[in-house]
């Protein structure tokens, strides 16, 4: 009943705007299931007065709801396209949320595939969940105005020295390898598998970048706007969305020339000998509550269908046929 309630929110012709959907899904990650009943009654009237029970039933063999990682959101949206394409009378919803709110809801089974852009844990922190690979990425550092090749090291000292307003000196970035007049740094402002994974990378901990005074931006969209539309800053991003923008790389070992970077992620990706951070790398992941049903399992086995493999190029990914 939860999850059917869920799908009508993100439904944008149920009344309730997507936008607010996300937000039920990061506060739902955060508050846990308990909140689920609180937050379906605020939006009952909206729901009501535009969708039958006839529908709801009809609707519950038809349609998926797809949720969480910024990162998968892109491919699990053209994927969603032509799978609707190819199942007419199929409904397929996506919406963001992080990876945090796409591992919470799938395992609270309010959402029909969680998605997550890390290696979540199914045997011990999460065993009820079933994880489902369908590609992988990276994580690369993005800037605007500021140059220089830098270190995992060097980059944990200087989002550790950011001001309280998120900001470091010349002096800072020179340490750290970089040139420019100071910058302001960016991290994520939720539970992200983008944030883990530069944050395992330059100091062992998931956690780390999450207590430095890094300005906070919601999703890979929102760091990616923030950086590109302001002078002298540093973020990171999954390189899906640095590859098409106006950001420059910043050299972590791989340079700075994008198509040089993509090609020697795929080499780290494939266990081949590489330039590129192995520890940047990550799967994308969809999560599902136990085995999944006939129609998650359809999408899942169609999202890693060689046939999809320019759909995932089309967003700067690689798929499992890519990487194998």
Not at 273 to 291: H, K, Q
Request: hydrophobic content about 40%.
């Amino acid at each position: 009943m939860i999850r059917e309630m869920i799908k009508k929110l993100f439904n944008d012709d149920a009344g309730v705007s997507p936008i607010i959907a996300t937000l039920v899904l990061i506060v739902v990650a955060i508050a846990g299931a308990a909140a689920v009943g609180v937050l379906m009654g605020s939006f009952s009237s909206d729901v009501s007065s535009s969708s039958s029970s006839e529908g709801a039933a009809n609707g519950a063999s038809t349609e998926l709801l797809i949720a969480g990682s910024t990162t998968v959101q892109p491919v699990s949206e053209v994927l969603a396209e032509a799978f609707m394409r190819a199942n007419q009378g199929v409904k397929v919803s996506v919406q963001g949320g992080g990876s945090g709110a796409g591992i919470s809801s799938a395992e609270m089974d309010i959402v029909d595939i969680g998605a997550a852009s890390e290696d979540v844990d199914t045997v011990t922190a999460h065993p009820t969940l079933q994880k489902h690979q369908i590609g992988a990425s990276a994580v690369v550092v993005i800037a605007n105005g500021i140059t220089g090749t830098t270190t995992d090291v060097q980059l944990d000292t200087l989002y550790r020295a950011a001001d309280a307003n998120g900001h470091v000196t010349a002096a800072q970035l020179t340490a750290a390898g970089l040139t420019g007049t100071g910058a302001d740094l960016y991290q994520r402002d939720e539970s992200s598998g983008t944030e883990e994974t530069f944050s395992k990378w330059v100091n062992g901990s998931k956690t780390a970048i999450d207590a430095t005074n890094a300005i906070g931006a919601t999703g890979n969209a929102g760091v990616l706007k923030a950086v590109e539309g302001t002078v002298n800053t540093i973020g990171f991003v999954d390189f899906g969305f640095a590859e098409d923008s106006t950001v420059t790389l910043i050299d972590i070992g791989a340079g700075t020339d994008k198509a040089t970077v993509k090609a020697e992620i795929l080499k780290s990706l494939k266990g081949q000998a590489s330039i590129f951070p192995e520890d940047m790398t990550r799967p994308l992941n969809y999560l599902t509550n136990g085995a999944p049903s006939t129609l998650e399992k359809s999408f899942i086995d169609f999202s890693k269908q060689p046939s999809q493999d320019a759909l995932f190029d089309e967003v700067g990914y690689f798929s499992m046929v890519d990487i194998s």
